[in-house]
């Protein structure tokens, strides 16, 4: 009997965690749907707690707070988007505006997928008004992982600028993350606001940007550097 129960002992810490882990992901999913129609003000932990039938320090006991909720759904689903979305920003025969109006039109899409505009303005305000706190700093990572990921697409094309001159990828992808900032932003405050509306304003920025920093058979003719 002993060596069953040796035999069978080390089972019991993986059906833990998969139950641990699908408790999390009911706690996550019952907050965002109460985040979207009654807003994360108005929602107490006691509702997430009644949302997925536990105890409220059940939910405590796996975020310690709205915030740390909020945080593991944009962290946790912005990353998942950026890599599954990784092989989806090169398009053969698309200019160079229209791939990077693409990429910025998907990851505002992802985002509203992730959590619906109101949470998203409640996080953008959060870290105006607390920027010291974990959810601002949790929140600028994830800005700062955008810039990664549309630098690392810069770099993987063979960019020629009117200039002439070299261009850091990095600052080619936070101007071009600064463009569309302000987009997001009337997207988000904007209910009415469509992700086709959203493409039109990007595209309208982008456009002229692009014309002005790249040549002109770079911009027409983006191409991908050969790989080695």
């Known amino acids: 009997m002993s060596e069953l129960s040796t035999i069978q002992a080390p089972a019991e810490p993986g059906l833990r965690d998969r139950k641990k882990a699908r408790r999390r992901d009911e706690i996550i999913a019952a907050a965002k749907d109460l985040f979207a129609r009654q807003g994360i003000d108005a929602t107490t932990m006691a509702d997430i707690a009644a949302a997925v039938e536990i105890s409220t320090p059940t939910v405590f006991n796996y975020f310690g707070s709205k915030d740390g909720i909020l945080i593991a759904m944009i962290t946790e689903g912005t990353m998942e988007a950026r890599e599954e979305d990784r092989a989806l920003h090169w398009r053969e025969g698309v200019d160079l505006a229209g791939l990077i109006t693409g990429l910025f039109v998907r990851v505002s899409s992802r985002t509203l997928e992730i959590a619906g505009k109101r949470v998203w303005r409640y996080a953008e305000a959060a870290a105006i008004r607390h920027p010291d706190a974990n959810l601002s700093r949790q929140y600028a990572a994830v800005s700062a992982a955008l810039i990664d990921v549309v630098a690392e697409f810069l770099a993987e094309m063979s960019l ?18 600064d463009v ?27 456009e002229p940007l692009v014309a002005l920093i790249f040549t002109e058979d770079c911009a027409e003719h983006p191409r991908r550097k050969a790989v080695k």
Not at 172 to 177: N, P, Q, T
Not at 182 to 189: E, H
């Open 160 to 177: 020629t600028t009117r200039a002439g001159s070299d261009t850091s990828p990095a600052l080619l992808a936070a101007v071009f993350h």
């Open 180 to 206: 569309w900032m302000p987009c997001f932003i009337r997207l988000i405050t904007d209910e009415t606001e469509t992700l086709a509306e959203h493409e039109v304003a990007l595209r309208s920025r982008f």
